[in-house]
């Protein structure tokens, strides 16, 4: 097993930490469903995972069950960009395009957030719901990368 390598750089910049929870608590603000925000922090850890995951096995995807050690993930059962989201019952119109929209900022591809995508999430999201989203899926996504440069155990 690795060794980690440094402390979180939140617990050796305290300001840092302050920062990430103003911006914590200026989303909550917005109003958004708290399980929606846990859904795509849960989406941005895992896309994440995938993307590295794939790297490494050359061409793993999701549903040939490279993480579904994961209940929100075995629930999708694939990527948005695929398309199952809109097929998949156990998510609201807004879950599956809060999803999508997760999906394409954290995985982008040759257009990082397409028009469809944007435009679905735009149809369930007012501006101040959208800003809230994006934070909260580059924030969860960002603070994934430290840990994993860290090797982080936690």
């Known amino acids: 097993m690795a060794t980690e390598r440094m402390p979180n750089p939140t617990a050796l910049i ?5 920062a990430l929870t103003a911006i914590g608590q200026a989303v909550d603000a917005v109003g958004l469903d708290d399980r929606l ?17 794939r790297r490494a096995r050359d061409g793993c995807h999701a549903r040939d069950g490279c993480h579904a050690r994961d209940g929100c993930h075995a629930r ?7 398309g199952c989201h809109a097929r998949d019952g156990s998510f609201t119109e807004e879950e599956r395009a ?30 101040r719901e959208l800003a ?10 960002a603070l994934d990368h430290i840990s994993s440069a860290i090797r982080s155990k936690s």
Do not use: M, S, Y
Not at 119 to 124: G, V, Y
């Open 132 to 141: 809230a989203l994006l934070l909260t899926i580059t924030i969860t996504n």
């Open 98 to 127: 809060a999803l999508a929209l997760t999906e394409a900022v954290i995985d982008p591809g040759p257009d990082p957030v397409p028009d469809q995508v944007w435009d679905r999430a735009a149809k369930h999201f007012d501006q």
């Open 37 to 53: 925000l846990a859904l795509i922090r849960r989406r941005t850890r895992d896309g994440c995972h995938a993307r590295d995951c």
């Open 14 to 18: 305290p300001e840092a930490a302050a």
């Open 76 to 82: 999708e059962g694939c990527h948005a960009r695929d």
